[in-house]
């Protein structure tokens, strides 16, 4: 509980949920177990039957990390449908399975993200110009808009501008040989889509974030993830350890889990479950990222580079520290074995 708690958000319309915080701290707690047996080369190959992918023998990667969040994100509310978008039915995910959140929607202002919404729509207009082939007199009624209804009467119609996720700045270990290696050389991959829409009759607006859940962009985000990866790995090896590399590399990874959003539900949580356990395997700290009013993944998603980020939420992680060692911590996947065991786990003393 004590893990979970670094859990919640403390902005408004997040109230705590203890079921979902003590789902949380199991997760950190057992993805931290085994990412430190991992990085020790103590744990064994990941069996097909346990992964999601691949389905066969493999080293324990980033996605088995995910694997265990979504069992134990699963188990605490069955009634949700958390599921890794490339394992839905085929014609589903080739036709972009569509995450939606939204800011507006109607007459509705929403308490939980309506805070981002300034950020947003002013994220909106700069690229509209950018993806948008406007008249003169549109460009200028654009950036004369001051609110939804104006902006929709300037544009004339429903869209949608696509936020940028810029990819990694590549070095000579990553073992990949590009032509170019920064970022804006490398280009860009399709992040989070901005959307206007005008709801029927007086009922005003729909704006909101979408996230698409295609092939493309599965291929794309796992080449990210998996250098990332690979790169948090070697340097939890190295026997001379450089904290401040550590915390840059896991908000980098952090940064792209959460403008991937390959869940159905739960990948802002599961991002943020994940930051910790690997601060957690790496030096025996619990480090939260999470400071009244911020809330991580829409600073990560309405941010185009990953250097900003961290830039950003490097100071937050730095002094939100609190020593936590799991040394002595029974192995979690050894005591709960079946869904019964991390049933109880999670219902035992809640009310």
Known sequence: ??????????????????????????????????????????????PGHYSSYPTTPHEFGWRDVFDIVVKWRQLSEVNDPVWWIDLLPEDLFREGFGLQTPLINGQLKVPRYYPYFERCFSTLKQLIPEQHVLL??????????????????????????????????LVPSDGRKPAETAPQQRGSMEGTRLTLLKKPSEHGYEFTIRTPGTPERYKEFSVELEILWNRITAEARKPVRDPGAMVELVLTFYYFWVNFQPLTRGSAAGGLIALLALFLAYEQTLVSIVTPGVQPDWEGIITPYYRDFTAKMRPFAECQREPFSIEDLPDVRAVFVTFRDHIQALNHEMW
């Open 1 to 46: 509980d004590r893990a979970g708690a670094k859990l919640q958000l403390r902005s408004p319309g997040f109230l705590p949920n203890r079921r979902q915080l003590r789902m949380a701290g199991l997760a950190i707690l057992e993805i931290a177990q085994q990412v430190r047996k991992f990085w020790s080369g103590a744990l064994p190959l990941v």
């Open 136 to 169: 003169d007199s549109t460009a200028e009624a654009v950036a004369q808009a001051t609110d939804c209804p104006s902006l929709h009467t300037a544009m004339g119609r429903d869209f949608f501008t696509i936020s940028p996720c810029f990819r990694l700045e």
